[in-house]
């Protein structure tokens, strides 16, 4: 069975940093892209970052561009994500996905929630 | 970067009917695109991939359509359970976007 365990929200400060993790276990990790989605309280699904099984290929949505940085450890079988420079609007429950094939989420981790205030 | 429009915010309707949510591509992304459900409280649902198939165990209730910049996800026969939360994912190129959402309510 495929799970995915985020760790490492909190509250933090405007501009300050945080580090996300994502534990996967019950599959290849390193066969597969994975990706971070949040979703502010109330509102709609965002897409944040991406990277392929091989860290060759990431993507970032215009709004985290330059302050957050995706990367894994496939021997760890771990997912991370660095948020510097956190603002207000980065609030949100950040979700860890797992790509079934070139973007299909298929797999989600329950969240972890990310509050920036000061 | 691709924009996705998605129609309508929300769509009220009654069990047993049918209801028809579309998703408009600022480009064209092919057949790039998922639907995906999200109850309240839980963790987004993959429904179909590639623009029209099902994935394995969700109802045959549910369709998608479309291919190029306009999509659909059809709900045909309304059951109880269908009351919730459909966004759309384009996957056609980094970065990946939503729809809007649209919100499935009872009538």
């Known amino acids: 069975e495929v799970q995915l365990v985020e760790s490492g929200g909190g509250l933090v400060q405007p501009g300050r940093s945080l580090r996300l993790s994502c534990a996967a276990s019950?599959?290849?990790?390193?066969?597969?892209?994975m990706h971070w989605v949040r979703q502010a309280q109330g509102k709609g699904l965002e897409w944040v970052s991406g990277?392929?099984?091989?860290?060759?290929?990431?993507g970032y949505a215009d709004s985290v561009k330059g302050r957050f940085t995706i990367s894994r450890d496939n021997v760890k079988k771990s997912l991370y994500l660095q948020m510097n420079s956190l603002r207000v609007e980065d609030t949100a429950l950040y979700y860890c996905?797992?790509?079934?094939?070139?973007?299909?989420?298929?797999?989600w981790g329950q969240g972890t929630l990310v509050t920036v205030s000061s | 970067d691709i924009q996705m429009t998605q129609s309508p915010s929300s769509l009220f309707a009654s069990v047993g009917d049918r209801v028809t949510i579309t998703c408009r591509a600022s480009?064209?992304?092919?057949?790039?695109l998922g639907w995906y459900q999200q109850t309240p409280g839980k963790a987004p649902k993959r429904l179909i991939f590639?623009?029209?198939s099902l994935r394995s165990g969700v109802p045959s209730r549910f369709s998608g359509s479309g291919s190029g910049t306009e999509f659909t996800l059809t709900i045909n026969s309304l059951q109880p359970e269908d009351f919730a939360t459909y966004y759309c994912?384009?996957?056609?190129?980094?970065?990946?976007?939503f729809g809007q959402g649209t919100k499935l309510e009872i009538k």
């Open positions: 590639a623009a029209s």
């Open positions: 480009q064209d992304i092919r057949n790039d």
């Open positions: 990277i392929s099984w091989d860290s060759g290929s990431i």
């Open positions: 994912l384009q996957h056609n190129s980094y970065p990946y976007t």
């Open positions: 019950g599959f290849t990790f390193d066969g597969y892209a």
């Open positions: 996905v797992k790509d079934l094939w070139f973007g299909e989420l298929h797999d």
